[in-house]
């Protein structure tokens, strides 16, 4: 088979360096690296176009639009920790050829470029059954006390520690040990994930 040309799109060095780790030893494809400000020029020559969403600055998401509604023969896939369904289901529409989280191996980034090379849709484990709502997330969210919840609405919505703690007249060590709860009941492995867990 031959090589595929991907190129990954990230603003985090040290998922790039993952990336290119895996990337480099893979027998199937051909990997180039680029960031959100420079990739338009580079894309001309990929087959598939890998965005990573992990740390979107203000205008990244507005870039992963306009790349989605370029009529260019690429194929896209999202890589992503997120699992708000507004946000998935706006890349599911905008007709997106791969999903993948960042909570699965490397190996099923690999198994989708593969797939959306072929012509075929992608989209993760995690990610199908969390549009198709198997993943039993609602109902954890759901068992989140009404501090939690009310936490939780604040982190979505870009609060610091210091800014919850404002607003709810609360310690920011008292903020830092509810994010420690939150983590556990949803089942993320760090309080980054919580932060891209919205």
Do not use: W
Not at 61 to 68: H, S, T
Not at 78 to 100: A, C, H, M, P, Q
Not at 181 to 197: G, P, R, V
């Amino acid at each position: 088979m031959k090589k595929i040309r991907v190129l990954f799109i990230s603003a985090q060095p040290s998922v790039m360096a993952a990336l290119l780790s895996f990337f480099t030893s893979d027998p199937l494809i051909l990997p180039d690296f680029d960031d959100y400000d420079n990739y338009d020029k580079h894309r001309k020559k990929h087959e598939v176009v890998v965005f990573d969403d992990g740390s979107l600055k203000s205008n990244e998401l507005e870039l992963i639009n306009n790349a989605l509604t370029i009529n260019e023969p690429y194929k896209k896939i999202l890589y992503t920790y997120s699992t708000d369904k507004d946000y998935l289901s706006l890349f599911e529409n905008e007709g997106i050829d791969g999903i993948v989280s960042k909570r699965a191996e490397i190996k099923i980034l690999e198994e989708a470029i593969i797939k959306v090379k072929e012509g075929e849709k992608y989209f993760c484990k995690h990610i199908n059954d969390f549009l198709s709502g198997k993943n039993g997330i609602e109902e954890k969210i759901k068992g989140l006390t009404y501090r939690e919840q009310e936490i939780m609405k604040l982190i979505k919505q870009g609060y610091t520690n210091q800014q919850i703690a404002d607003k709810l007249c609360l310690s920011v060590k008292t903020i830092e040990a509810h994010k420690e709860n939150l983590k556990k009941k949803l089942d993320l492995k760090s309080i980054k994930e919580l932060h891209s867990f919205f």
